[in-house]
DNA sequence: CTTGCACCTCTAGTCGCTAGAGGATGTAGG
DNA sequence: CCTACATCCTCTAGCGACTAGAGGTGCAAG
């Protein structure tokens, strides 16, 4: 029975220590046993765990959501309806997120093409800032 | 001399009432002067402040940004070299995003699709999830 | 004169960590 | 066995940019 260290854990998930601690805090991970001097030892289970909860972070789940989807995966014969929804409702999310950040590029690609390098009173930078009316797209 | 009240400030500029009083307490906005009853009296030039804040904060920059861009408009003799830089800098942040949510969009676009809507045990977006492998776009 | 809204200050909470203090434990070399 | 050092422990506070709420005051209309 090899005994995993909190550091071997981070290692193998890719999830930072402090950041382990964090998730058995807010009840993310179950506590982990501990060694005679008090050191967290965990099993692989909870490496996958961790991996799993760092994938959803990077594409952007809410805590609330992963928490949701991990009592999913720990039921497997539970309808997979509410993953697809969370799935489903972040997706929609990403792409509304991404229409606007396109709108923004724009927005900020006529303000740097516009400056012309001279003086703050001719700059369209700031021009554009003070003036909302002067949006190619008006709708942000 | 009319006075402008924090609401009637709030309503012209778009800005919250709590969120104008600590753009205050941070130094974002000079304070205005009071009324006999202790209440803050604000001048068109604030609304239009608060106006290019509100503005600057819908295209994404951060409030030490626009620190920078509210003294470089201050004082319209300058080079606006930095507020260049500024907004260069936030375009290129834009673009990242934008590229990273698009392989986001992707992944979750495949999970979404490859789930059967039956029990979880054979639902695509847990096991995703769970393998980091199975990514589409690895580089997340 | 009273009702009721808008204003005031202050503190604490949000999210998802991250940093640091101050101390205990575990391990490798001498 | 001792020492040095990395790693671990708990706890509190901080980040950014607000937001919410408590508890109280000002002001204008009916």
Redesign the interface.
């Known amino acids: 029975m090899k005994k995993i260290t909190i550091g071997e854990a981070a290692r193998q998930s890719g999830v930072k220590v402090p950041t382990v601690r964090y998730y058995e805090s807010i009840g993310l991970l179950a506590a982990p046993s501990r060694s005679e001097g008090n050191q967290r030892s965990f099993e692989p289970a909870d490496i ?1 765990r961790l ?2 909860i760092r ?2 972070r ?3 789940f809410e805590i609330d959501a992963i928490r949701t ?1 991990l009592t ?2 720990d ?7 509410s ?2 929804a ?3 409702a ?2 929609i999310e ?2 509304q ?2 229409r606007s ?2 709108a ?2 724009a ?3 006529t ?2 093409e516009g ?1 012309g ?7 369209r ?2 021009e554009v ?2 003036d ?1 009316g002067q949006c190619t797209h008006p709708h ?1």
Chains 1, 2 share one sequence.
């Not at 390098?117 to 700059?123: I, P, Y």
Request: charged share 25%.
């Open positions: 996958s991996a799993f994938h959803a990077e594409l952007g989807l999913l995966q039921d497997p014969h539970q309808s997979c309806a993953a697809d969370i799935a489903k972040r997706l990403v792409e997120r991404i950040l396109m923004l590029k927005e900020l690609e303000m740097v400056c390098h001279g003086r703050v009173d001719q700059c930078v700031i800032l003070a909302h942000h």
